[in-house]
């Protein structure tokens, strides 16, 4: 495994208003850290992420220990806060496991309800509304997954599939980070999920989301998983 100590370019645009300190920072390294290369592991360091943020070390260091309570980064004393390498390994794993929650979730969901739709029609809308926010748009695609995974009533699985989104975090802004085309193609595979929903048909509701959860792969360049389909991935 290489590791690699980050020199910052600025890349990523640095924070701007709206928030604490502490919450714009989170947001501008969680972008940050989505654009770093997956397969090797990075070092940041504190006084370096916020003379490039152009903010103080508190905010900074506030920011990296919410991160690491995500996931995102292990802080290690004296060194920094490492980000760890995403292998195409852990991806297909996560993926397999959030295909197996969700699919079993979406049959429990129909028919949904009245109330439940609307639910996800003004998860929607908030998500159009965030197609130049990266990091939010990501956060309204995991409440909208979430959704339907918390309205199969079964909190066990519930609860273990918020642990898998956060793992996934990192690799879903990659997916739309600098692809415009990607927000719009996530967009029109939710609104297709709901409207299948609305039919009341639970096979039909099942292959809209796995055609989503495909074409996710295909963005986290898996396209040769993605082209076969989760039926022919062994376990799934």
């Given amino acids: ?40 592991g990075t070092f940041l360091i504190e006084s370096e992420v916020a003379q490039e943020a152009g903010t103080s070390r508190t905010p900074v260091r506030e920011a990296l220990l919410r991160l690491e309570t995500e996931g995102f ?11 760890p390498p995403v292998s195409d390994a852990e991806v297909r794993t996560v993926m397999e496991a959030r295909e ?11 028919p949904a309800g009245d109330g439940f739709l609307d639910e996800l029609d003004a998860l929607l809308v908030e998500q159009e509304g965030l197609i130049d926010d990266a990091v939010g748009f990501i956060d309204c695609d995991r409440a909208f997954h979430g959704a339907i995974v918390r309205q199969a009533g079964n909190p066990v699985l519930a609860d273990f599939y918020e642990a898998l989104r956060e793992r996934q975090v990192r690799m879903g802004l990659r997916a739309v980070v600098g692809d415009e085309g990607r927000f719009r193609k996530v967009l029109a ?36 998983v993605a082209r076969r389909g989760f039926d022919d991935i062994p376990g799934a």
């Fill in 73 to 83: 980064v292990q802080i290690i004393p004296k060194k920094g806060a490492f980000v």
């Fill in 1 to 40: 495994m290489r590791v690699v100590y980050i020199v910052f370019m600025s890349s990523v645009r640095k924070p701007a208003g709206g928030g604490s300190a502490q919450d714009v920072t989170y947001r501008w390294l969680k972008k940050h850290i989505s654009a770093l290369p997956r397969d090797s």
């Fill in 100 to 110: 197996l929650i969700e699919d079993w979730s979406m049959r429990r969901v129909v």
């Fill in 189 to 224: 595979e939710h609104a297709a999920i709901v409207s299948a929903l609305r039919t009341g048909d639970p096979e039909r509701a099942a292959q809209a989301l796995g055609a989503h959860l495909g074409s996710t792969l295909a963005a986290l360049h898996l396209p040769e």
